[in-house]
């Protein structure tokens, strides 16, 4: 049986996730944050110092709290999950890369 007009347009009627937003655009940052951490310290033969390893480590903290905030996109029923799954998976994969980085 064909679906209304309506339920085939449902999803219209959902707004923009804002947190979802935020957390794409703090994922963004991190990963930013991250390649200009690798630029320098591999253009610093590796001496970068602490303050790279401190800065690395408050990048990891941000991504940490995006993901917080994707979650928090996510369990909004009435807004589009598209913004808070880009963030949650860009801040996913630069946590794994982060715990990799500094295990290895």
């Not at 999803?11 to 200009?36: D, E, Q, R, W, Y």
């Amino acid at each position: 049986m064909r679906r209304s007009r309506r339920e085939d347009y449902a999803s219209l009627n959902k707004h923009k996730s804002v947190p979802g937003l935020i957390s794409t655009c703090m994922g963004m940052g991190v990963i930013a944050g991250f390649l200009l951490l690798f630029f320098v310290s591999y253009m610093l033969g590796g001496e970068a110092g602490i303050w790279i390893g401190v800065l690395g480590i408050l990048l990891f903290l941000v991504a940490v709290a995006a993901i917080a905030v994707a979650i928090i996109g996510l369990r909004d029923s009435e807004a589009q999950a598209k913004r808070s799954v880009v963030g949650l998976v860009c801040n996913g994969i630069i946590i794994a890369i982060v715990i990799l980085t500094y295990l290895l």
